[in-house]
């Protein structure tokens, strides 16, 4: 789903069908989170990103967009550092590995028997979404503690 979004008229189509009018502003705005969707960019990363093309956005408009997408379903948004909000443009129920030392956030992708069952109860209640976070030291910054140098 996230691939098939990345060109402008989807882009125009994906806001119209959550009420918001595809401005200029708000098309980069999505242009950017899925041009950084690996990141799970925070509105932060987002406006300053657009800041100097785009003079008239403001952290507002990045932030209001954000969030009606996130209250539409189209993205998520993750809590995984305790202090910021991440945005994932993969609104499937998946995982994330933070990582303690690069502060990137990866997918994990968990084949495990909770999350393969939308609809499963737990203790009584019915599962809706899984999320987990994970947090440790990513298999980047692993590999550059072997080398030794540029730790
Ligand atoms: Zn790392
Ligand atoms: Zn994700």
Same mark, same amino acid.
């Given at each position: ?70 209250? *539409? *379903? ?78």
């Amino acid at each position: 789903m996230i691939e098939t979004i990345s060109n402008l008229k989807q882009i125009k189509e994906t806001l119209k069908s959550i009420g918001l009018r595809p401005t200029i502003q708000r098309i980069r705005v999505l242009k950017t989170l899925y041009k950084y969707r690996y990141k799970h960019p925070t509105v932060e990363m987002i406006y300053d990103e657009l800041k100097d093309e785009l003079p008239v956005i403001s952290m507002t408009t990045v932030y209001n967009t954000m969030n009606v997408m996130v209250n *539409k *379903k189209m993205i998520q948004a993750l809590t995984i550092t305790g202090s910021d909000i991440h945005y994932d443009p993969n609104a499937e129920s998946h995982h994330h590995f933070y990582c303690n030392r690069c502060h990137q956030i990866y997918d994990i992708d968990l084949k495990c028997p909770l999350c393969a069952r939308k609809g499963r109860k737990i203790q009584g209640h019915r599962i809706e979404e899984m999320h987990g976070y994970f947090k440790g030291i990513c298999k980047n910054c692993l590999k550059k503690k072997k080398g030794g140098k540029n730790a």
